[in-house]
């Protein structure tokens, strides 16, 4: 992968985003895609507000979780009129996907191929009282499914680490588990930073976000 999809940062130099596409028979529409994905992606991390809640059932061998139901709410009016001033900085096609690079100001970046950073080591993260989200995915057959489940399943951790009410609850699902709460998360997330890495020993993927206090 190239350099710059290790690591984006939405910083007062630029704020950076990777979208993603699938490698289709038309290969402008996967680079179209790419880009259209990246630019929605930062126009939804520059602040929106997460809500739903995810339950969790006790069993005997310990806690299980039941899904969530999660909205990423937006107002889309500004959409438009936003992606037309992003800068397209660099794409790349690799392992059946294409991957883009946008920003707000035209930039700079190393285009050099480099394996997987060492997954960072989360309580380097939550000892500085930063906001962090860890979304991890199996490699499925088409990757770019497997990175897409992270993006999103960090912003949702991420939107629990800021937030949640607990709603508890007693009643048996079946013989096996038993519901004991609802998870609840109402904020406004705003993601400052991304860190992505591939687990060499398994192929699961990791995307980690940290979001503003």
Same mark, same amino acid.
């Given at each position: 992968?190239?350099?710059?999809?290790?690591?984006?940062?939405?910083?007062?130099?630029?704020?950076?985003?990777? #979208?993603?596409?699938?490698?289709?028979?038309?290969?402008?529409?996967?680079?179209?895609?790419?880009?259209?994905?990246?630019?929605?992606?930062?126009?939804?991390?520059?602040?929106?507000?997460?809500?739903?809640?995810? /339950?969790?059932?006790?069993?005997?061998? #310990?806690?299980?979780?039941?899904?969530?139901?999660?909205?990423?709410? $937006?107002?889309? /009016?500004?959409?438009?009129?936003?992606?037309?001033?992003?800068?397209?900085?660099?794409?790349?096609?690799?392992? #059946?996907?294409?991957?883009?690079?946008?920003?707000?100001?035209?930039?700079?970046?190393?285009?050099?191929?480099?394996?997987?950073?060492?997954?960072?080591?989360?309580?380097?993260?939550?000892?500085?009282?930063?906001?962090?989200?860890?979304?991890?995915?199996?490699?499925?057959?088409?990757?770019?499914?497997?990175?897409?489940?992270?993006?999103?399943?960090?912003?949702?951790?991420?939107?629990?680490?800021?937030?949640?009410?607990?709603?508890?609850?007693?009643?048996?699902?079946?013989?096996?588990?038993?519901?004991?709460? $609802?998870?609840?998360?109402?904020?406004?997330?705003?993601?400052?930073?991304?860190?992505? /890495?591939?687990?060499?020993?398994?192929?699961?993927?990791?995307?980690?976000?940290? /979001?503003?206090?």
């Amino acid at each position: 992968m190239p350099e710059w999809f290790w690591e984006t940062t939405n910083s007062s130099r630029g704020q950076q985003s990777v #979208g993603y596409s699938k490698v289709y028979e038309d290969i402008y529409s996967s680079y179209q895609e790419a880009f259209e994905d990246a630019a929605w992606r930062l126009y939804r991390d520059k602040g929106c507000w997460v809500r739903g809640e995810r /339950a969790q059932a006790r069993v005997s061998e #310990g806690v299980m979780s039941l899904g969530n139901n999660i909205s990423f709410e $937006v107002d889309s /009016a500004g959409f438009d009129q936003f992606s037309q001033n992003l800068a397209r900085i660099d794409s790349f096609a690799c392992e #059946g996907m294409v991957i883009a690079l946008i920003s707000t100001q035209d930039m700079e970046v190393s285009r050099t191929l480099k394996p997987s950073p060492t997954i960072p080591i989360i309580e380097n993260f939550t000892s500085k009282n930063l906001i962090v989200g860890t979304g991890i995915s199996k490699p499925y057959h088409y990757i770019v499914s497997s990175w897409q489940e992270a993006e999103i399943s960090s912003r949702v951790e991420a939107a629990f680490a800021k937030h949640t009410g607990v709603r508890s609850l007693d009643r048996n699902l079946d013989d096996y588990a038993e519901l004991t709460m $609802v998870i609840q998360t109402d904020t406004f997330l705003k993601i400052t930073k991304t860190y992505r /890495a591939i687990e060499p020993e398994t192929g699961f993927v990791w995307v980690i976000v940290i /979001a503003e206090p």
